[in-house]
């Protein structure tokens, strides 16, 4: 395979993953066929097999990629800011607005897709890893610099990551948008007036 057809190969698997996962996000995983991914991409429905060998593994690879876009925009954001407490404050805005936003409506319910579970589980560690590891070293500068009152950063970014991951759980049971912003924003409040001196 030369430069050219791979490259070629990786634009069109990438144009793939980006309808699908438009398409996901309206219609939802079950509605979603391959004829509507491969319509949508303008190629027939047995060209997807040449990239994909099935929904499924599209699916995985899609949410792969949201999952990276979402570490590198929250990476982004902590970076153009200086103090540990906008850090933190940015990094749990952006990972929750992105994670909401982006990921959430890609998750189909479990029992449409138990026999990948695994894979998504997969993700989902490695997902909560980076987000750890990164808020871990914001606590960890903000403690050193006697911004933060913690003793073991990586326990408590551990803590924060999976409780607002929980918040979100929740917040798409929640009808008002409203009730979703006040208990995020008092959230952060308690947070920071928690940890900071």
Do not use: N
Not at 91 to 102: N, P, Q
Not at 116 to 144: K, Q, S, T, V
Request: hydrophobic residues 45%; neutral net charge; aromatic residues 8%.
């Amino acid at each position: 395979m030369t430069a050219r057809s791979t490259d070629r190969t990786g634009r069109r698997r990438q144009q793939i993953l980006e309808r699908a996962a438009t398409l996901f996000a309206q219609l939802g995983y079950q509605k979603t066929t391959l004829e509507d991914i491969a319509k949508a991409c303008g190629i027939g429905k047995t060209a997807l097999y040449y990239y994909f060998p099935s929904k499924q593994e599209i699916l995985v690879e899609t949410i792969r990629g949201v999952v990276g876009e979402i570490l590198e925009e929250i990476r982004r954001a902590v970076s153009s800011i200086d103090g540990a407490k906008e850090q933190v404050t940015t990094y749990l805005t952006v990972a929750s607005r992105a994670t909401m936003a982006r990921l959430s409506p890609l998750i189909p319910p479990p029992e449409q897709v138990q026999e990948i579970l695994p894979r998504f589980e997969e993700i989902w560690e490695a997902f909560l890893g980076e987000e750890i590891r990164l808020l871990a070293a914001i606590l960890e500068g903000g403690r050193d610099r006697e911004i933060f009152r913690i003793t073991q950063p990586l326990v408590v970014a551990e803590a924060l990551v999976v409780g607002f991951h929980a918040l979100q759980f929740w917040s798409t049971r929640v009808p008002q948008a409203a009730v979703k912003q006040d208990v995020t924003g008092e959230l952060l409040r308690l947070l920071m007036h928690g940890i900071c001196r």
